[in-house]
């Protein structure tokens, strides 16, 4: 029974890092294949719609109620509201079964004009299992989920530019109550975030540029049987920029692009025993220089706004073919509705489309996010404005 259970832990855990790998592309696998594989890599699926709709940008876009997950740096920029919260559901594997999905949860507070707090949770469900034993007597059956929960702060250093940082509590759980009866358990870890953005109007061109820059979920390695026998979390080095322009007074258009690289060893001998530390940060050096380039994602976008009212989205997201091979266009719509009290509501949609050979857990699912944003009128306001 042991022997069986644990077999069902691997197959588990080979769902979750093939399936899900950040959009889940579940394509077969060539021996020319050098993917990174990580435990928990639902924290690599983008959460809000928004970002999903331009091609999975979203570090130098401008700030929103989701902005902790992108780039911690830049939530204190959000300019409308004191306190908000924001909501998201994406189906996953939906064309094959209808009980696996992604959830989000995030709300932000407004301390003063130069800082800013926020708090999320993001459950990814698995779905009903049934265990079998290899005589095919039923053992039962488990959800297996996984969870990530963190707290962020947010602060304004200058005018222009803004620093952040999260602290995250990671838990995986595969096998629920069978533990029990097997070398496995639940897995856990602890990480955190850092981000930073820049951001300058230029009145003269009615536009607006930001740089932004991040590193997330740098933290420990997780097991699901012993400490010999321990995964790299997947940390992730994300550049990027955004361009709004004002086209006239009712109609504007903002240009992003990110470079995104996972701060895992390569696949390699003894690679995956290596210590934390020299194993994120040696990533940029451990294979050739061609490798390390194809290691890069490339994610793209443009937003077109109406009135602050109507948005329209289009991305696409670019992957080397021997590191996971997911290429997609993405497509969103968003609604903002402004109330006489000020308070915002809004809505996000997106949907991706595959343009690789196979399928995707994301493919031709619509996702949704749903957010309030409320203004506080009690915000406490800095007797003055940091210097540039």
């Known amino acids: 029974m042991k022997k069986h259970l644990f077999s069902w832990l691997l197959l588990l855990c080979a769902i979750s890092c093939y399936c899900q790998n950040n959009t889940g592309q579940i394509i077969g696998q060539d021996s020319s294949n050098r993917v990174i594989t990580t435990a928990v890599p639902f924290l690599t699926i983008s959460p809000d719609s928004r970002a999903a709709g331009m091609g999975d940008a979203g570090v130098a876009t401008s700030a929103d109620a989701n902005s902790s997950y992108w780039n911690p740096g830049k939530l204190v920029f959000i300019d409308k509201g004191g306190f908000g919260f924001s909501t998201s559901y994406t189906p996953w594997l939906a064309r094959i079964i209808n009980?696996?999905?992604?959830?989000?949860?995030?709300?932000?507070?407004?301390?003063?004009?130069?800082?800013?707090?926020?708090?999320?949770?993001k459950y990814f469900d698995m779905g009903d299992i049934n265990f079998r034993d290899g005589n095919n007597v039923d053992l039962g059956r488990y959800n297996p989920r996984e969870y990530a929960?963190?707290?962020t702060y947010s602060r304004r250093l200058t005018e222009n530019f803004g620093l952040g940082g999260s602290v995250r509590y990671i838990r995986s759980n595969l096998t629920g109550a069978?533990?029990?009866t097997t070398d496995a358990k639940a897995g856990s870890s602890v990480a955190v975030d850092l981000g930073a953005l820049y951001t300058k109007q230029f009145e003269t061109r009615n536009a607006t540029l930001s740089l932004g820059g991040s590193i997330t979920n740098l933290g420990s390695k997780m097991t699901y049987t012993s400490a010999a026998n321990k995964d790299f979390i997947p940390t992730n080095f994300r550049l990027g920029g955004a361009y709004k322009t004002e086209l006239d007074q009712l109609n504007s258009?903002?240009?992003?692009?990110?470079?995104?690289?996972?701060?895992?060893?390569?696949?390699g001998p003894g690679n995956k025993s290596k210590p934390l530390l020299s194993?994120?940060?040696?990533?940029?050096?451990?294979?050739?220089?061609?490798?390390?380039?194809?290691?890069?994602?490339?994610?793209s976008g443009l937003e077109y706004w109406y009135k602050n009212f109507f948005a329209a989205?289009?991305?696409?997201?670019?992957?080397?073919k021997d590191k996971g091979n997911r290429k997609y266009l993405t497509a969103g719509l968003g609604f903002h509705y402004e109330s006489i009290n000020k308070d915002i509501f809004g809505l996000d949609m997106a949907y991706m489309i595959p343009?690789?050979?196979?399928?995707?857990?994301?493919?031709?699912?619509?996702?949704?996010?749903?957010?309030?944003?409320?203004?506080?009128k009690s915000v406490k306001q800095t007797e003055s404005t940091p210097e540039n």
Request: glycine share 6%; charged share 20%.
């Open 99 to 121: 009980d696996m999905k992604l959830l989000y949860l995030t709300g932000f507070y407004r301390i003063d004009r130069n800082q800013v707090v926020s708090s999320s949770l």
């Open 149 to 151: 929960f963190d707290v």
């Open 178 to 180: 069978f533990s029990s």
């Open 253 to 267: 258009l903002t240009f992003v692009m990110d470079l995104n690289k996972l701060m895992v060893p390569s696949p």
């Open 279 to 299: 194993g994120v940060f040696g990533s940029f050096s451990d294979t050739n220089l061609a490798e390390e380039i194809r290691e890069v994602d490339i994610a």
């Open 313 to 320: 989205r289009v991305g696409y997201h670019y992957e080397a």
């Open 355 to 376: 343009t690789t050979i196979g399928q995707s857990a994301l493919a031709e699912t619509i996702r949704f996010t749903l957010f309030y944003i409320l203004p506080v």
